[in-house]
């Protein structure tokens, strides 16, 4: 049955930050929700276009060449294979929209890798 998904009642369900949710499936891809805040990892992802809409709060990402500021109700798409670096000074709630195949921390090892999504 297709049902309508309120994003504020998703978010209300997690509080931990850098962990993305999973609300929804479109096709090969997922439509995630995540809370951020700090600084991420550089990375990048070799075979995934990663697209990042910001919900609440300013994301920053920075670039090998700038950086890139989205506020309320503004998105970015990183293409495939370009180095960025999420940052957040105070808590931003996302989503993300990338291929069920991508790596949270793309091509860098970290301790925040995700191996398995949970689904809200």
């Not at 995630?32 to 910001?54: Q, T, Y």
């Amino acid at each position: 049955m297709i049902q309508s998904i309120n994003l504020a009642e998703k978010f209300g369900l997690f509080t931990e930050h850098w962990v993305p949710k999973v609300v929804a499936d479109l096709g090969d891809s997922y439509v995630k929700l995540a809370k951020i805040k700090g600084e991420f990892v550089w990375h990048a992802h070799e075979h995934e276009d990663e697209l990042f809409f910001v919900v609440k709060g300013e994301l920053i990402i920075k670039l090998r060449d700038g950086e890139l500021r989205l506020g309320p109700g503004e998105l970015a798409v990183i293409p495939k294979g370009v180095e960025h670096l999420p940052v957040a000074d105070e808590e931003v709630h996302i989503m993300l929209i990338e291929p069920k195949s991508t790596v949270n921390t793309g091509d860098a090892s970290d301790e925040r890798m995700i191996d398995a999504l949970d689904r809200i």
